[in-house]
């Protein structure tokens, strides 16, 4: 069975820091990847996707491949309030394009 | 307007009941999904449909039934409720024939509470 694994967190970072997230996952011929972000009784919203290894940037977003080490994250530079939520991991692998995802891992960002 | 709508947003209900939730979607999508969120449990798989003949189980299909109506919609049937299946329900669409085809387009979700 195909996983994806998350730190539930929570995840408690000082406004203006980088918050690190991380994922791994164990079917080594995953082929896309993709970042959520769902805030509180809300639902989910893509924020990032990756493909090939090496990093991603979109304004505060970074996301970050290593396929050897199956594992991604996703950097949040100069954090706000405005970011606390869930963050879910989402993997799709094989030719059906179904995304697997992690149970996701909240982040708080404090004043 | 919404591109994903679901109805109802919140629904009540007791043990035993026969309870339907519905998606409608504007986005030209061939590709639509249930899922369930519990608390702890992320996302998982109900039923995913390709197209209108074209029906799929998910990961926990078991107490589930799904009817494709049209392209644009896509039904999620509890045949006999029980408080188990008191959740977050997602529905989501996604599009193959595009760039981003594997990105996941949620509804804003119904919260049903199972007595």
């Known amino acids: 069975q195909k996983e994806v694994e998350q730190n539930s967190g929570p995840l408690s970072v000082p406004e203006g820091a980088i918050a690190s997230l991380n994922c791994t996952y164990s079917?080594?011929?995953?082929?896309?990847f993709f970042w959520y972000r769902q805030y509180s009784g809300k639902s989910p919203e893509l924020i990032m996707s990756?493909?090939?290894?090496g990093d991603k940037e979109d304004g505060r977003f970074t996301a970050q491949l290593n396929k050897a080490s199956q594992y991604v994250s996703l950097l949040i530079r100069d954090s706000q309030p405005s970011d606390s939520a869930t963050y879910l991991c989402?993997?799709?692998?094989?030719?059906?394009?179904?995304?697997?995802f992690g149970r996701g891992t909240s982040l708080i960002v404090h004043p | 307007d919404a591109d994903v709508t679901q109805t109802p947003r919140n629904r009540i209900t007791k043990t035993g009941k026969r309870i339907m939730l519905e998606c409608s979607q504007t986005?030209?999508?061939?590709?639509m999904y249930w899922y369930r969120q519990d608390p702890g449990l992320g996302l998982r798989l109900i039923y995913y449909?390709?197209?209108?003949?074209?029906?799929n189980k998910g990961e926990i299909s078991d107490g589930y039934s799904v009817s494709r109506q049209a392209q644009a919609k896509f039904s999620l049937s509890l045949e006999s409720a029980i408080p188990n299946q008191t959740a977050l329900y997602f529905c989501a669409t996604s599009d193959l024939g595009t760039s981003s085809m594997e990105t996941q387009y949620f509804g804003p979700g119904t919260r049903l509470l199972v007595l």
């Open positions: 986005k030209g999508h061939d590709r």
């Open positions: 989402a993997v799709t692998s094989g030719g059906s394009y179904i995304p697997t």
């Open positions: 079917d080594r011929g995953s082929q896309s």
């Open positions: 449909s390709f197209d209108v003949k074209d029906i």
């Open positions: 990756i493909y090939s290894n």
